[in-house]
């Protein structure tokens, strides 16, 4: 028995290890890609400013002032969920178009995250519903801001417009699911990391959140410009 027992350990341990190289070599295949994606965000930051005040600019160009009527409206006259909704309505925009020159890095990433092979379908799912939810993202484009504001500021900021409640509704769906199937990638990412590649990581990590500072001081600018033009 204790020979058996012996022999059917031994012939487990090769496909262990084979798939653990398997994972291994893909993580760092996904590891050096996700590099490359940060650098292809940080070379279209440019890009991004002029997007983020083209965007601004089209809409202070048709319909600025639109929200002008509420401007002497107290506090206790309007619904302060519509005014809230709203404000989402500009923050998302906002962060749609300054993520929008990332696109094209992220397209580069996903067909090596396609392209590499994994021990298990369930590491498979994750790292394909990553891909998934973050091209849903990518594929949601800016509200009709300017019937929104006029729509908002007609009723007296007293109902949310329809086109508002619509977008931030699919706003708010589709970053949920991108955030959650984030978190499910890094996992992936996290699990199969070998010493090796903690240099990378540690690096990568500086430029994720250098990159993120500025997009989101990017897209809180651009919210907040249109805001002021639209209030006039």
């Known amino acids: 028995m204790a020979v058996g027992i012996a022999a059917s350990i031994l012939a487990v341990l090769p496909a262990t290890a084979a798939a653990a190289s398997v994972d291994q070599r893909s993580d760092h ?3 050096t890609a996700y590099r490359s994606y940060l650098h292809g965000i940080s070379a279209r930051i440019p890009a991004v400013r002029e997007a983020e005040s083209a965007y601004v600019s089209s809409i202070s160009n048709s319909c600025a002032g639109a929200l002008n009527p509420l401007n002497h409206a107290s506090v206790k006259s309007v619904n302060q969920t519509a005014l809230f909704d709203f404000g989402e309505e500009l923050g998302g925009g906002a962060f749609i178009v300054a993520y929008g020159p990332a696109h094209a890095p992220f397209a580069s990433f996903a067909a090596t995250l396609e392209r590499l092979h994994w021990s298990s379908p369930r590491i498979a ?3 394909n519903r990553y891909v998934s939810a973050q091209n849903t993202l990518f594929a949601l484009v800016p509200s ?4 929104d504001a006029q ?3 007609a009723s007296g900021a007293q109902t949310i417009p329809p086109g508002t409640a619509q977008w931030v509704a699919e706003f708010a769906h589709d970053t949920t699911a991108q955030e959650t199937a984030s978190q499910g990638f890094a ?6 990391e070998t010493p090796a590649d903690a240099a990378v990581v540690s690096s990568d990590n500086r430029l994720l959140r250098s990159l993120t500072g500025k997009l989101k001081g990017i897209s809180t600018s651009g919210a907040t410009t249109l805001l002021n033009t639209l209030a006039g």
């Open 187 to 192: 996992k992936v990412l996290e699990g199969f």
């Open 125 to 127: 799912r994750a790292v």
């Open 29 to 31: 295949a996904a590891l």
């Open 151 to 153: 729509a908002l500021a």
């Open 144 to 147: 009709d801001v300017c019937t």
